[in-house]
């Protein structure tokens, strides 16, 4: 009921592409999805967030989808850039609980 | 405004030890939650302090506590270590009121259990 199942494990991309993660979840309860974004020797950093009353949010070039009747949600790239080469973590979590339930990661290459 | 800072960055320590870690949240941000990231678990949830209480836990052993002072700031402390304790350790700062979710992550401190 706490997993957070997240695929591919790792992604390569053209430069100007597309990059699609998806994830998967188990519990009804979880009603706040964020997505972060990791480089090596830092901290993850909050890239985008969504609440299930909406079925897609966009920032730029990130946006995430959302299908709450499949219980998963997706991060798509547009453009990717070899800047956005990173691990990216998808994570869920329910109201009055900071508590992240995080995916397994996933490691994107854009080469140029 | 500053963002989140974790003391010290990096650790060695030797099995059977203990280890205090210090985390310094966000300014006016009153919830900080620490996290375990290694590479064969991923990231872990080890425990949720607001306004100096615990108000979440994960699924560590007792050797693993915190506690969080008035100022906000928090430590984490982890007692008898072993070698399976090597990892990042995350603290995530927050608002911590009702409904406000996000939380922004410090570098972490990267502690090797030898």
Redo the contacts between chains.
């Keep these: 009921q706490q997993q957070v199942k997240q695929s591919p494990q790792s992604l390569i991309v053209q430069k100007g592409g597309i990059s699609i993660i998806n994830c998967a979840y188990e519990n009804t309860a979880f009603d706040y999805f964020p997505w972060y974004q990791q480089f090596p020797g830092k901290g993850p950093a909050l890239l985008i967030a969504i609440r299930p009353d909406v079925s897609e949010k966009k920032e730029g070039r990130f946006t995430i989808s959302f299908n709450k009747s499949a219980k998963q949600f997706s991060l798509h790239i547009m453009d990717s850039q070899p800047g956005d080469s990173a691990t990216y973590f998808c994570a869920a979590s329910k109201s009055g609980y900071n508590k992240l339930i995080f995916g397994a990661g996933t490691r994107l290459a854009v080469h140029p | 405004k500053a963002g ?1 800072t974790q003391t010290p960055r990096y650790l060695i320590k030797t099995r059977g030890q203990q280890v205090t870690l210090s985390c310094s949240p966000i300014s006016g941000h009153r ?1 900080v ?1 620490w ?1 375990q990231q290694t590479p064969g678990q ?4 080890l425990f ?1 302090y ?1 306004s100096e209480t615990q ?2 836990k ?1 699924n560590f052993p007792g050797r693993f506590s915190g506690r969080q002072f008035s100022n906000s700031r928090s430590e984490m402390n982890v007692s008898t270590l072993e070698l399976g304790d090597s990892a990042l350790y ?1 603290c ?1 700062s ?1 608002p ?1 009121l ?1 409904g406000s ?8 401190t990267r502690l090797t259990v030898t």
């Design positions: 989140v919830s939650s996290y991923g990231l872990q949830f949720e607001f108000r979440n994960g995350l995530a927050s911590g009702a979710y996000e939380q922004y992550f410090g570098p972490g």
